[in-house]
């Protein structure tokens, strides 16, 4: 079946620009994880998302960072102002439910200017 | 807080050797373990987790790792290495009824020579 899918799979943007960057989870899957790898910071968590509960969003690094989960399934997260510093890739999760393995997705290569 | 630490930045290993790849943890509360592997240019997978019961887990490739809980480790074992095992290994822990979150260690870049 259907992996974790991302778009798009690089985005270059300049300095100051709002940019989305959206996710399609697996059929099914409940959660719903974004995560942030870069060279500086490693892999860090962002926001997760679970069914109809407000989502965990205690791993944003600043009210830039926003993230929305349409119908229970894609979900888009918005970076505003971009900086250089949000130069990362992407990842975006998914599993069945809480606690269950995740699956990741290929992530978007973003590189701010 | 929960922190993930991979004590090796970089392992160098000829073909056939075997490899330990170290991961230690600080937590105060329950954790579920897990390793994941990124190959070059790809995705991440998982390797291995675990949950709970025995404490030797055995994953895919003929990965496997053993819990301790005394000395708050999750180290990762491989009998005899392939070309094909060159790929960044990261350590994650999520805790027990925090929804699943994954905090992640630095990474371990495994480098397989023939």
């Known amino acids: 079946g259907a992996g974790v899918s991302q778009s798009p799979s690089n985005k270059v943007t300049e300095k100051g620009k709002d940019v989305e960057l959206r996710c399609d989870p697996i059929?099914?899957?409940?959660?719903l994880y974004w995560y942030r790898q870069s060279l500086g910071q490693g892999l860090e968590f962002l926001i997760y998302?679970?069914?109809?509960?407000?989502?965990?969003k205690s791993g944003l690094p600043s009210d830039r960072f926003s993230a929305e989960r349409t119908g229970g399934s894609v979900s888009t997260l918005t970076i505003q102002r971009t900086q250089q510093e949000d130069s990362a890739v992407y990842l975006c999760?998914?599993?069945?439910?809480?606690?269950?393995?995740?699956?990741f997705g290929p992530g978007t290569r973003l590189l701010v200017l | 807080a929960q922190s993930v630490t991979q004590l090796d930045s970089q392992v160098p290993v000829f073909e056939e050797a075997p490899v330990e790849l170290r991961c230690n943890y600080s937590?105060?509360?329950?954790?579920?373990l897990f390793w994941y592997v990124q190959y070059p240019n790809q995705g991440l997978q998982l390797l291995l987790k675990?949950?709970?019961?025995?404490?030797l887990v055995k994953g895919i490739n003929g990965f496997e790792a053993e819990f301790n809980k005394s000395q708050t480790s999750f180290h990762l074992r491989k009998p005899s290495v392939h070309i094909s095992d060159t790929a960044e290994y990261f350590c994650?822990?999520?805790?027990?009824?925090?929804?699943?979150?994954?905090?992640f260690g630095q990474g371990t870049e495994l480098s397989v020579k023939p």
């Open positions: 675990y949950l709970s019961g025995s404490t």
């Open positions: 059929s099914g899957h409940t959660a």
């Open positions: 998302f679970q069914g109809n509960s407000a989502p965990d």
């Open positions: 999760a998914s599993s069945s439910r809480v606690q269950e393995t995740q699956y």
């Open positions: 994650a822990v999520s805790v027990y009824n925090q929804g699943g979150k994954l905090i």
């Open positions: 937590s105060s509360v329950s954790v579920y």
